[in-house]
Nanobody
Framework: QVQLVESGGGSVQAGGSLRLSCAAS????????WGWYQQAPGKQRELVAA???????NYADSVKGRFTISRDNAKNTVDLQINSLKPEDTAVYYC??????????????WGPGTRVTVSS
């Protein structure tokens, strides 16, 4: 099992910045990708940033240049730096970790989420 706990959410004005952090524990050695997902009110959860176990990063087009994902292997944390916040970034942000199980299927783990509210 893998446990994930997010922190760092809050209420900010447009143009501000936040740093979200995800603390991971448990059987994390088998995780091959870490990600941050965004779920805005009334919308589906969407991937905004991911980093693989070998350090390759990917971003949704909507956040490129404003969001930066980073992983600290020593601390077992995955952070999401969010700059130039926009009202449309208002959402609950979820940390995700994924591994491949013995049957070859992807197994996802999720944190409880942290809320970000951006006012104009």
């Amino acid at each position: 099992q893998v446990q994930l706990v997010e922190s760092g959410g809050g209420s900010v004005q447009a143009g501000g910045s936040l740093r979200l952090s995800c603390a991971a524990s448990g059987n994390i050695f088998s995780i091959y990708t870490w990600g941050w997902y965004q779920q805005a009110p009334g919308k589906q959860r969407e991937l905004v940033a991911a980093v693989s176990s070998d350090g390759v990063r990917n971003y949704a087009d909507s956040v490129k240049g404003r969001f930066t994902i980073s992983r600290d292997n020593a601390k077992n944390t995955v952070d999401l730096q969010i700059n130039s916040l926009k009202p449309e970034d208002t959402a609950v942000y979820y940390c995700n970790a994924a591994r491949i199980d013995a049957q070859g299927s992807r197994r996802d783990y999720w944190g409880p989420g942290t809320r970000v509210t951006v006012s104009s």
